[in-house]
């Protein structure tokens, strides 16, 4: 296991707590400037059950950030992280991230798998300086503008 999980950044002004449904407006706003083709509000609805772990980065009580991740019998599956473009390559990404391969780890998962686009050198570039390899990929998984486009499958090992 990486010391990197073990060792959380604290970004001045920035911390890590629980998702809400009351959160979920500014998630809205969020997705949208995050993605393409983002997640309607009943997908998110449908993530406050017992399996999933939502975290949301918050600076002067702003939601800046969130996580949400998926849990099947000893994987976590991050299934969306999404940052403000604002604080983008600045160590928040960084640090929610760290903060959900550290619960992940405490809640006794084995691994945490992703998918991301193969076209987010960006994103890609940080699941791997944090320690996730690529395991596959999955072909026009993604809606993109002209069809659909492939995405990379990581996987980051606890054990």
């Avoid at 019998?73 to 390559?89: F, K, Q, S, T, Y």
């Avoid at 006794?108 to 390899?133: D, K, P, W």
Wanted: charged share 25%.
């Amino acid at each position: 296991m990486s010391s990197s999980i073990l060792r959380e950044i604290q970004l001045s002004g920035l911390d890590v707590r629980a998702l809400v449904e009351g959160d979920l407006p500014k998630v809205l706003e969020l997705e949208r400037l995050g993605y393409s083709h983002p997640w309607t509000e009943a997908v998110f609805r449908d993530c406050f059950k017992d399996t999933y772990r939502l975290w949301a980065l918050v600076q002067e009580g702003d939601l800046r950030g969130y996580a949400v991740v998926n849990y099947m019998v000893d994987e976590a599956h991050l299934l969306n992280l999404c940052i403000h473009p604002g604080l983008r390559g600045q160590g928040a990404g960084r640090q929610l991230l760290r903060r959900a391969l550290a619960e992940s780890i405490k809640d006794g998962m084995a691994q945490m798998i992703l998918e991301v686009r193969q076209s987010n050198a960006a994103a890609a570039t940080l699941y791997r300086r944090e320690g996730f390899e690529e395991i596959g990929r999955r072909p026009g998984y993604y809606p993109d503008a002209v069809g659909r486009e492939d995405a990379l499958v990581l996987v980051y090992r606890f054990t």
